[in-house]
């Protein structure tokens, strides 16, 4: 069967990981369906794809999790109770590690370049005061 794609459902199949778009997609994908596309939908299409948000959308990588079932549903209760995707969830989560990371990629550098008499003879005056 012969189809015309809109621009907004390519796009939204392309922006979401499900919903009615993506099952269109899937259709074509198992030779349905046949989009078919005009110039001024190809040109329409391309125009929107160089959005501004769209190009920040495309910046975003994918990462896929093994976790237990039990732990996705908890994650899953949290995410909602804060009225939040689990992609921003697991955005948030990251900022967390990374923050944590940096602050120990800084710390080891500070002591490898640090002088230990002068660090002992610091904590030697802490201690008698």
């Not at 069967?1 to 198992?30: C, P």
């Not at 190809?42 to 948000?53: G, P």
């Not at 999790?65 to 689990?86: H, M, N, Q, T, V």
């Amino acid at each position: 069967m012969n189809v015309i794609v809109d621009t907004n459902v390519w796009i939204s199949a392309f922006i979401g990981k499900d919903g009615a778009s993506h099952e269109v997609i899937r259709w074509a994908l198992l030779d349905k369906i046949t989009p078919q596309i005009s110039t001024t939908l190809f040109l329409e299409y391309e125009d929107v794809m160089k959005r501004e948000k769209i190009q920040i959308i495309k910046r975003y990588k994918k990462l896929t999790l093994r976790i237990p079932d039990s732990k996705y549903e908890r994650l899953k209760s949290y995410a909602k109770s804060k009225e939040i995707s689990l992609n921003k969830l697991f955005d948030e989560l990251a900022t967390i590690a990374l923050t944590q990371y940096d602050a120990k990629t800084r710390f080891d550098v500070m002591v490898s370049k640090a002088n230990r008499a002068r660090g002992l003879e610091l904590l030697k005056k802490l201690d008698n005061a």
